[in-house]
């Protein structure tokens, strides 16, 4: 390419001396778009698809955790990305609630990095900085010469983080559900590349694509966008795509398209050897959480159950997205991302359906990548996790990282000639969004009820006002989260010597040597439930030294971050 521009320099400047000048810019601006256009044509294209509320522990073994958990609801999946791409093992999530984690998903950062000024934002977690110009994934993508489209869920506020998105021209197509809690939503938020903006309405009666459900919806939607961008297109005159992909499912009310509502009629949630165990040691909430009664079950089963259900969706969506790559020939020039914005428990320490909690139900997130030179149907066993997918996906574009980002990639570790920054550790954060309780979720039955009353928030039902109790076991309230004791920071230790969880709690976000509660440690290779706190039988040497590790690891930013 160089040394055609150079060609076209001299003959211009050669044979028409007088307009050297005008050679001069001739020059640049020919060789500027052949040097855009290769540059565009040499990059993959991307895909990241994230669900929400997707565990990788409760799976059909009735009575124990299982290796990839939900991810047994998907074949379709499986076939294309574990079978044909790679699955990280111990795959983390930072903070386990939506909009923080989601914001850290798309700017790499750490959440003691991107909370809000004294704690507000959605969730705490200050997501303008996913679209701040240049500052988050799409921007970032969209400004390297991608065209970058949203399908799905972002954050929890999702009509000022569209709309931002847009403000900063930081994506070039949007068609996403405003209302994504409601699996049968009817509003679509639009946006296009040539400024383009409006709200659509769906008819319930009559819709686009003959069914309002949201999985589907954006299925359809997407297949749209990826014809619009391919066919009729030569190959190399395509420009790189970077698709986001979110789907609301599992997450509650997990309604189940009307084609699935019968899949699975006999699948109940695994009774763990944590299941509906007291936990005289753990912290306050969960402490004096009473013992779970067969109405509790009953629910517990029913929302397994419709998480499955809508997952077959996700997995319906995703033989759409390979099908389409294969039509256009893009297979092969694509790398494909699956993995969600944290885990899920269903009573496991007698809490109810939540994630929120420093436990591995909660942390450990399915990961899988595919893609060309990634290898297929291996699994890899080092820590990684949400923090490090933007310099991972950055760096297999090609693109560098800015030095704002806390996370690493381990693009090395999936492709030759790459980098590869191994860690043993992992931190989690979690700041209390509330204090709520089992019956906060609702959840999918059919019109006649499989369970003999509605969810409960305590033993004897409905309570009117739950205050933590003090006594083991005591309380009238099954607490899922808590503002008074369930603030915390955590470190996931995993190398050759020690399999860890060490844990702090602070209800004040204070860190200092008077305001931290409580302590919890687990060895998960002898403790894998996680039932037994070992902090206080501890020395004080390890204690010491876990406390002085998570405090480095907590003040640290950007490129300075382990």
């Given at each position: 390419?160089?040394?055609?521009?150079?060609?076209?320099?001299?003959?211009?400047?050669?044979?028409?001396?007088?307009?050297?000048?005008?050679?001069?810019?001739?020059?640049?601006?020919?060789?500027?778009?052949?040097?855009?256009?290769?540059?565009?044509?040499?990059?993959?294209n991307?895909?990241?698809?994230?669900?929400?509320?997707?565990?990788?522990?409760?799976?059909?073994?009735?009575s124990?955790?299982?290796?990839?958990?939900?991810?047994?609801?998907?074949?379709?999946l499986?076939?294309?990305?574990m079978?044909?791409?790679?699955?990280?093992?111990?795959?983390?999530?930072?903070?386990?609630?939506?909009?923080?984690s989601?914001?850290?998903?798309?700017?790499?950062?750490?959440?003691?990095?991107?909370?809000?000024?004294n704690?507000?934002?959605?969730?705490?977690?200050?997501?303008?900085?996913?679209?701040?110009?240049?500052?988050?994934?799409?921007g970032?993508?969209?400004?390297?010469?991608?065209?970058?489209?949203?399908?799905?869920?972002?954050?929890?506020?999702?009509?000022?983080?569209?709309?931002?998105?847009?403000?900063?021209?930081?994506?070039?197509?949007?068609?996403?559900?405003?209302?994504?809690?409601?699996?049968?939503?009817?509003?679509?938020?639009?946006?296009?590349?040539?400024?383009?903006?409006?709200?659509?309405?769906?008819?319930?009666?009559?819709?686009?694509?003959?069914?309002?459900?949201?999985?589907?919806?954006?299925?359809?939607?997407?297949?749209?966008w990826?014809?619009?961008?391919?066919?009729?297109?030569?190959?190399?005159?395509?420009?790189?795509?970077?698709?986001?992909?979110?789907?609301?499912?599992?997450?509650?009310?997990?309604?189940?398209?009307?084609?699935?509502?019968?899949?699975?009629?006999?699948?109940i949630a695994?009774?763990?050897?944590?299941?509906?165990?007291?936990?005289?040691?753990?912290?306050?909430?969960?402490?004096?959480?009473?013992?779970?009664t067969?109405?509790?079950?009953?629910?517990?089963?029913?929302?397994?159950?419709?998480?499955?259900r809508?997952?077959?969706?996700?997995?319906?969506?995703?033989?759409?997205?390979?099908?389409?790559?294969?039509?256009?020939?893009?297979?092969?020039?694509?790398f494909?991302?699956?993995t969600?914005?944290?885990?899920?428990?269903?009573?496991?320490?007698?809490?109810?359906?939540?994630?929120?909690?420093?436990?591995?139900?909660?942390?450990?997130?399915?990961?899988?990548?595919?893609?060309?030179?990634?290898?297929?149907g291996?699994?890899?066993?080092?820590?990684?996790?949400?923090?490090?997918?933007?310099?991972?996906?950055?760096?297999?574009?090609?693109?560098?990282?800015?030095?704002?980002?806390d996370?690493?990639?381990f693009?090395?570790?999936?492709?030759?000639?790459?980098?590869?920054?191994?860690?043993?550790?992992?931190?989690?954060?979690?700041?209390?969004?509330?204090?709520?309780?089992?019956?906060?979720?609702?959840?999918?039955?059919?019109?006649?009820?499989?369970?003999?009353?509605?969810?409960?928030?305590?033993?004897?039902?409905?309570?009117?006002?739950?205050v933590?109790?003090?006594?083991?076991?005591?309380?009238?309230?099954?607490?899922?989260?808590?503002?008074?004791?369930?603030?915390?920071?955590?470190?996931?230790?995993?190398?050759?010597?020690?399999?860890?969880?060490?844990?702090?709690?602070?209800?004040?976000?204070?860190?200092?040597?008077?305001?931290?509660?409580?302590?919890?440690?687990?060895?998960?290779?002898?403790?894998?439930?996680?039932?037994?706190?070992?902090?206080?039988?501890?020395?004080?040497?390890?204690k010491?030294?876990?406390h002085?590790?998570?405090?480095?690891?907590?003040?640290?930013?950007?490129?300075?971050?382990?």
């Amino acid at each position: 390419m160089l040394i055609f521009c150079y060609l076209i320099f001299k003959v211009v400047a050669c044979y028409y001396p007088p307009h050297r000048f005008k050679a001069v810019l001739l020059f640049m601006y020919l060789c500027g778009a052949l040097a855009a256009a290769a540059l565009a044509a040499a990059k993959p294209n991307v895909v990241m698809i994230l669900t929400d509320d997707q565990d990788t522990r409760l799976g059909t073994d009735p009575s124990a955790y299982t290796s990839i958990g939900s991810l047994e609801s998907q074949p379709k999946l499986r076939a294309e990305m574990m079978t044909g791409g790679v699955r990280m093992e111990n795959y983390f999530v930072h903070t386990p609630i939506c909009c923080p984690s989601r914001t850290e998903f798309f700017t790499g950062r750490y959440f003691h990095n991107i909370r809000g000024e004294n704690g507000a934002g959605c969730m705490h977690a200050n997501t303008t900085h996913v679209h701040v110009p240049g500052n988050g994934i799409f921007g970032i993508f969209t400004e390297a010469g991608y065209e970058t489209g949203v399908f799905g869920k972002t954050t929890n506020d999702q009509q000022p983080q569209l709309d931002g998105l847009v403000k900063s021209k930081s994506v070039t197509y949007i068609d996403a559900p405003l209302n994504y809690n409601d699996y049968d939503g009817t509003t679509y938020y639009r946006y296009f590349s040539n400024g383009t903006q409006y709200v659509e309405n769906l008819d319930p009666k009559n819709p686009k694509y003959g069914s309002v459900y949201q999985t589907s919806q954006i299925s359809n939607r997407t297949v749209e966008w990826l014809d619009s961008l391919m066919n009729g297109v030569a190959k190399e005159d395509r420009k790189p795509f970077f698709l986001y992909l979110g789907p609301h499912a599992p997450h509650y009310p997990a309604t189940p398209a009307p084609w699935y509502e019968n899949l699975y009629p006999d699948f109940i949630a695994p009774v763990t050897p944590n299941y509906n165990h007291s936990s005289p040691d753990k912290t306050n909430h969960i402490r004096q959480n009473p013992p779970l009664t067969d109405l509790v079950k009953c629910w517990e089963d029913q929302h397994f159950r419709d998480r499955w259900r809508t997952l077959a969706s996700v997995d319906d969506l995703v033989e759409v997205v390979f099908n389409k790559l294969r039509e256009y020939d893009e297979f092969d020039n694509t790398f494909v991302v699956y993995t969600s914005d944290h885990g899920y428990k269903l009573g496991q320490w007698r809490v109810g359906t939540s994630k929120q909690h420093p436990y591995e139900t909660d942390i450990r997130i399915p990961f899988l990548i595919s893609g060309p030179g990634i290898p297929k149907g291996k699994t890899f066993s080092q820590i990684t996790g949400s923090v490090d997918l933007l310099p991972t996906l950055l760096d297999i574009a090609g693109l560098e990282t800015p030095s704002w980002v806390d996370g690493k990639s381990f693009a090395g570790l999936l492709l030759e000639g790459k980098k590869n920054h191994v860690r043993d550790v992992w931190l989690t954060e979690y700041e209390s969004v509330g204090t709520y309780y089992n019956d906060h979720s609702s959840i999918w039955s059919p019109a006649t009820s499989p369970c003999p009353g509605p969810v409960p928030r305590g033993p004897d039902g409905k309570v009117d006002k739950c205050v933590e109790a003090t006594t083991v076991g005591g309380g009238e309230c099954y607490f899922v989260d808590s503002t008074a004791s369930n603030t915390w920071r955590a470190l996931r230790i995993l190398n050759s010597t020690h399999n860890f969880q060490y844990i702090e709690y602070d209800s004040t976000w204070s860190w200092n040597s008077t305001s931290i509660q409580f302590h919890e440690l687990y060895d998960i290779t002898k403790d894998p439930y996680q039932v037994d706190n070992i902090y206080a039988t501890s020395s004080s040497a390890l204690k010491s030294a876990l406390h002085d590790q998570i405090v480095s690891y907590y003040k640290c930013s950007g490129s300075d971050c382990p």
